[in-house]
């Protein structure tokens, strides 16, 4: 492997914690919504990662000689959880069915905190990765002086 294609494999990283860092950060601010545009109440999202095949020039040469597939990161999809919906009884909100209740999204901020932090780990790692391909880079045009 290259150092484009291990920048390139890092940026596909960067790119998928982000949608995903922002899916977590939509959950949490639509806690309590309890009417959206389309009617009814917010529902938890989640994004679901699929590998993909990193394009790298370098890579497209060598790819008979590696006999290997080097994949990447990329959102395949943001879905609506299939989480029911937490009913609390508050007769006086102007979301209140008959009864009394209202329907609220079920959403765990702990769970959707664990989820942020596990992102932002994800996105730090592949930071690190493209500084340290940058830095092997770096010193390989060094050497070459």
Do not use: W
């Amino acid at each position: 492997m290259d150092f484009m294609t291990a920048i390139d494999i890092g940026a596909s990283g960067l790119k998928a914690e982000r949608t995903h860092l922002n899916v977590v950060s939509m959950n949490l601010a639509n806690a309590k919504t309890t009417r959206t545009v389309d009617g009814g109440p917010y529902r938890r999202k989640e994004v679901i990662f699929k590998e993909t095949e990193v394009d790298s020039p370098f890579l497209k040469v060598m790819k008979s000689a590696l006999d290997d597939e080097i994949k990447g990161v990329r959102v395949d999809s943001i879905q609506n959880d299939s989480r029911g919906l937490r009913r609390v009884y508050e007769p006086g909100h102007p979301d209140a069915d008959e009864e009394g209740y209202v329907s609220y999204p079920d959403i765990n901020v702990v769970e959707e905190m664990t989820n942020m932090l596990s992102a932002m780990r994800a996105y730090e790692a592949n930071v690190s990765t493209i500084t340290t391909a940058k830095a092997m880079f770096t010193k390989a045009l060094e050497i070459g002086r």
